[in-house]
C-alpha cells in the first residue's frame, strides 16, 4: 500500500466513522477477527499436518514433524506480546499529598480505573500505560507517568487539564482499545520478523497475507486512535475548562520547541568548553524557561505549531484542529513561581530533582568527556589550517572542507563556516561533498536554492542518496508541498530497501549461491598468505567471490577455511576465535565473508575444492 493509498483509505474510514460510528467499530472488530482467524487456521492446518505426517509417513514423518513443530512455536512465541512496565520515579500519596489530591480526584470524576504506580520521569510528557499481566487475557496493572519538566512547564490548572486528557484515555474502556490495537500491530510485526530471521521454511504461509493485512489493520484503527484523542480532550475540558486545555496544549508545543531546538542544544553544546558538566539542567529549568523564552521566537514556534496539519503520520492531531475541536484560540500563559505544578510534589520535589540531575549526568559523562576531547583536537587542528591560510598557503579540497566543518563546530560558529562552504562549492562546483554540504545547509535555512545542491549532489555520489532524500522530504514537508515530501520519501524507502536487501545478500550464504574466482592480482594473494601464516591452526584456506545481484560492483569475497583434522574433533568456539582472527588479520578491496568448512558447512568445502585456483592456503 501506498502512502498515498493510506491516507486516501484512513481519510474515507474517518469519514465513516463520524456518519456511522457502529458500523466503523464492528468493521475494525471485523478485521482484528481475520487477522487471528488466519491466524487460528493456518495453527490448526500445521498441527494437522504433524499428526498425518506422523501417522501415515512414520519415520520421514517424524523428520517432517520436527520443523513443523518449531514453526508452531516460533508463531504462538511472536504472538505471546508483553508490553514492559514503564521506568521511572515512584512518588507515593505520604510523599506527594496534593499531587494525589488531584489525581484521586480527577479519577472519580472521570470514572477511570485506580493507578497502580504514579511515576516521575525526565520527559516532556505525561502518558497513562496499562501492561497486562497476563499477556492476551488481560489483568492489567496501570501506571500514570509523569514527566518533571512538563511540571515545571504549566500551571497548576493547566497541568491538571493535562492529566484529565490522560484520564480520559482510560475512560469508558478506551485505554484497554487503544492497548489492545497496539499489541495487536506488535504482534503480526513480531511474527514476520520472528519468521524471517529464523528463515523457517513455512514463512510463505504468513509473508503474503501479513503483507497485506498489516497496512489495511492500521489504517482501519487509526480514525479510532485519532478520535480517542479528541474524546480525550473534550472530556479534560469538561472537568476543568476549555482555556485551560487550550493553555496547556498551546504551552506544550511552544515550551516543546523550546527545548529541543534551544535549551538542550545549548547545554550539550558547552560540552565543547567544559571537561563535564558544570549545572543541574532539571534544577534550573524552570528559572530559565522564564528567562529565555521571548516574543519573537514564541511566536515563530507558535506559528509553525499552528501550521503543521494533522495527517497519516500520527494518530495525534495537529495544535490547530484540536484547538478548532475545542472552539478556544491558542494562550500562552507561562507560570509564575508560585503557581508551577511541580510545587504539587511538595516537599520531595527536590529529592526528585537532584535524583534526575545525577541521572542525566551520570548517563551523559561519557559522550560528554568524548566530546569535549574531540573539541579540544579539533581547536587544534582549525589553528594548524588557520595559520596556514593566514601564511597564504592554499587549502586543497579536503582542507577547505575540514576548516569549514571546524569553524562551524568548535570556531567562529555557523555564519562563518557557511561562508566557507559557499566559497567551496563556487571553487569545487562538481564536488559531491561541497554541494551537499552548502545545500543542507540552505535547506536548513528554509532557503530553496539548497534543492538544486543536494539534488546534483545525488546525482554525483550514491551515498548521497539517503541523506539527500531525507532533507528534500523534510524540507518540502515543513512547507507544506505533502506530494513532493511522499514522492521523496518514497525514494527513500525503495533505497532502503534496495539497500537492505543488498546487505542481506552479503550476510548470508548457500548452497545455491554462485561462486567465482577471486580475480584478485598474485601480490594481493601473495600478502594474503603471509597474512595467513600468523594464524596458528589453519589447514586448508579457500578464496572465492560471491556472484551478487545487487552492486556487484562491489566485491564480496568469501574465505572458507578449514582447522579441523580429519581424525580430530570438532570444536565450535575454537573456529570461531579463528575465523575472527582472519577477518581482524586480512585486507582486502572488498568486504570478506568468513566460512568455516568444518562442522555443518563440509558441503561448501566440497563446492569450494571444484574451483580451480581458489586455494591459498
Known amino acids: 500500500m501506498t502512502n498515498e493509498q493510506f491516507d486516501a483509505l484512513v481519510a474515507r474510514l474517518e469519514s465513516q466513522a463520524q456518519r456511522h460510528p457502529f458500523w466503523y467499530k464492528s468493521r475494525v472488530l471485523l478485521m482484528a477477527l481475520l487477522g487471528y482467524g488466519y491466524i487460528t487456521v493456518m495453527l490448526v492446518g500445521l498441527v494437522v499436518a504433524t499428526l498425518l505426517s506422523v501417522l501415515f509417513l512414520k519415520v520421514l514423518g517424524l523428520k517432517l514433524a520436527i520443523p513443523l513443530l518449531v514453526l508452531i512455536w516460533v508463531v504462538l512465541k511472536a504472538l505471546w506480546v508483553r508490553l514492559d512496565a514503564p521506568q521511572g520515579r515512584r512518588v507515593t500519596q505520604r510523599e506527594a499529598p496534593a499531587l494525589f489530591l488531584m489525581i484521586n480526584d480527577l479519577r472519580k470524576r472521570l470514572k477511570a480505573p485506580r493507578f497502580h504506580r504514579v511515576l516521575i520521569t525526565d520527559d516532556f510528557n505525561a502518558c497513562v500505560v496499562q501492561t497486562p499481566r497476563l499477556g492476551v487475557f488481560g489483568w492489567y496493572r496501570n501506571y500514570l507517568v509523569i514527566g518533571l519538566p512538563l511540571m515545571k512547564s504549566l500551571s497548576v490548572e493547566q497541568f491538571r487539564a493535562v492529566l484529565a486528557h490522560e484520564f480520559g484515555h482510560l475512560a469508558g474502556g478506551h485505554g484497554r482499545v487503544s492497548n ?7 504482534s503480526w510485526h513480531r511474527l514476520m520478523d520472528s519468521l524471517t530471521a529464523g528463515g523457517h521454511f513455512g514463512t510463505f504461509l504468513f509473508r503474503g497475507f501479513f503483507k497485506w493485512y498489516v497496512p489495511y489493520f492500521t489504517a482501519f484503527s487509526f480514525p479510532l486512535a485519532r478520535a480517542n484523542e479528541y474524546e480525550a480532550d473534550a472530556a479534560a475540558a469538561k472537568v476543568t475548562s476549555a482555556d485551560a486545555m487550550a493553555q496547556a496544549l498551546t504551552a506544550v508545543n511552544v515550551v516543546g520547541s523550546y527545548l529541543d531546538e534551544r535549551y538542550w542544544s545549548d547545554i550539550h553544546r558547552s560540552a565543547v568548553d567544559l571537561p563535564r558538566p558544570a549545572f543541574a539542567p532539571f534544577e534550573r529549568l524552570a528559572e530559565q524557561l522564564s528567562s529565555d523564552i521571548e516574543p519573537a521566537a514564541t511566536q515563530l514556534w507558535l506559528e509553525h505549531a499552528l501550521e503543521r496539519k494533522t495527517t497519516s503520520a500520527d494518530t495525534h492531531p495537529s495544535l ?3 484547538l478548532q475541536a475545542l472552539q478556544q484560540a491558542p494562550q500562552l500563559d507561562l507560570p509564575a513561581r508560585e503557581e508551577r505544578a511541580d510545587l504539587l510534589l511538595g516537599p520531595v520535589l527536590p529529592t526528585i530533582t537532584q535524583e534526575l540531575d545525577c541521572q542525566w549526568e551520570e548517563a551523559i559523562l561519557p559522550a560528554w568527556q568524548e566530546r569535549y576531547e574531540n573539541a579540544t583536537q579539533g581547536r587544534a587542528r582549525l589553528q594548524e589550517l588557520e595559520v ?6 592554499a587549502l586543497n579540497a579536503s ?5 569549514a566543518w571546524l569553524t562551524e563546530e568548535f570556531g567562529s560558529g555557523e555564519e562563518a563556516a557557511f561562508e566557507q562552504f559557499r566559497q567551496l562549492q563556487q571553487q569545487e562546483p562538481d564536488s559531491p561533498v561541497a554541494c551537499f554540504a552548502l545545500g543542507s545547509r540552505l535547506l536548513r535555512r528554509d532557503d530553496d536554492s539548497g534543492l538544486d545542491l543536494v539534488q546534483r549532489a545525488i546525482a554525483l555520489d550514491e551515498d548521497a542518496m539517503l541523506p539527500g532524500y531525507e532533507l528534500l522530504r523534510d524540507f518540502y514537508w515543513r512547507h507544506g508541498q505533502e506530494a513532493a515530501a511522499h514522492a521523496w520519501h518514497d525514494k527513500l524507502m525503495q533505497r532502503t530497501e534496495l539497500l537492505q536487501r543488498a546487505r ?10 554462485k561462486f567465482d574466482r577471486h580475480g584478485l592480482p598474485e601480490e594481493v594473494i601473495a600478502e594474503v598468505r603471509a597474512s595467513l601464516k600468523s ?14 545481484n545487487l552492486f556487484p560492483e562491489q566485491p564480496l569475497y568469501v574465505l572458507g577455511f578449514s582447522c579441523t583434522p580429519w581424525w580430530g574433533i570438532y570444536r565450535r568456539k575454537r573456529e570461531a576465535g579463528i575465523g575472527q582472527r582472519i577477518v581482524d588479520e586480512l585486507n582486502l578491496p572488498g568486504e570478506i565473508f568468513c566460512l568455516s568448512i568444518d562442522g555443518d558447512n563440509y558441503r561448501f568445502g566440497r563446492k569450494f575444492r571444484w574451483k580451480r585456483g581458489t586455494r591459498v592456503r
Open 180 to 186: 489492545w490495537i497496539y499489541r495487536m500491530r506488535l
Open 320 to 322: 490547530s484542529d484540536r
Open 388 to 393: 596556514c591560510v593566514a601564511e597564504g598557503t
Open 399 to 403: 582542507e577547505a572542507y575540514e576548516r
Open 504 to 513: 542481506a545478500e552479503r550476510e548470508h550464504l548457500s548452497l545455491k549461491d
Open 535 to 548: 594464524i596458528r591452526g589453519l589447514r586448508k584456506v579457500y578464496l572465492l567471490r560471491k556472484r551478487l
